[in-house]
């Protein structure tokens, strides 16, 4: 079975610094692993991916994710963190159910708290 | 122009009721899914339907039924509504030819029960 940890619930940055939310993740075969990020009252956005080739992905809004085989990780990160950036987010990894359909598998999210 | 629309936004209604969530996608997708996010705000996977077939049915209540006219539309009927329901219902869509294609989701349904 395949899953996603995200191991903090929480994570609080100051405006400027940089900031990482990490992702673990186990599955059977090669991953796909996405990022999403909820604001409040809202659905969630597609921010990056990472499919094949190389491990630094860039995404939407300055993030960027490094997947890690050795370590099974993707985590995301920014250079400069702005109040902004203040969300949800949530990783994921998709994989290929029996029937032949894709499902996407979430974990449970970390709220990014950027201060001023 | 919405990519996937949900409607209501948000559907307030007793215990014991019967409701319907509709949802439609314009992207030409073949699959879409329904995913519930609870209190804690954690998703999970409650339907998927490609090309009108249902793949993947993650330990649903039998309440909950998903119909599909179409490929652009999977609504999603519940009936007799209970107090645990009460949640926010996502509906996406994607592209199922290769996993590499994530998905485009709806902005949501807010679902009370009183």
């Known amino acids: 079975a395949q899953s996603v940890a995200q191991p903090e619930d929480q994570v609080n940055v100051a405006e400027g610094n940089p900031l990482t939310v990490k992702c673990t993740y186990s599955?059977?075969?090669?991953?796909?692993l996405f990022w999403y990020v909820q604001y409040p009252n809202r659905g969630l956005q597609f921010l990056l991916k990472y499919i094949t080739g190389d491990n630094l992905v860039k995404g939407s809004y300055g993030f960027e994710a490094e997947f890690n085989k050795s370590q099974t990780s993707f985590h995301l990160k920014k250079p400069s963190a702005l109040v902004s950036d203040s969300a949800l987010y949530f990783c994921a990894v998709r994989v290929r159910s029996g029937g032949g359909a894709d499902g996407l598998t979430f974990g449970k999210g970390t709220h990014l708290i950027i201060q001023p | 122009d919405t990519a996937v629309s949900q409607t209501p936004k948000y559907l307030v209604t007793q215990m014991g009721n019967d409701k319907s969530i509709k949802c439609e996608q314009n992207?030409?997708?073949?699959?879409m899914y329904w995913y519930k996010q609870d209190s804690k705000k954690f998703l999970k996977i409650m339907f998927s339907?490609?090309?009108?077939?249902?793949?993947i049915n993650e330990t649903v209540p039998n309440r909950f039924s998903p119909k599909s006219p179409d490929k652009a539309h999977l609504n999603l009927h519940i009936n007799s509504l209970e107090l645990g329901d009460s949640a926010v219902y996502f509906c996406?869509?994607?592209?199922?030819?290769?996993?590499?294609?994530?998905?485009?989701f709806g902005s949501g349904t807010r679902l009370t029960v009183v």
């Open positions: 992207l030409g997708h073949d699959t």
């Open positions: 996406a869509s994607s592209q199922t030819q290769g996993a590499s294609y994530g998905y485009t």
């Open positions: 599955v059977s075969g090669n991953p796909y």
């Open positions: 339907y490609n090309n009108k077939e249902l793949i």
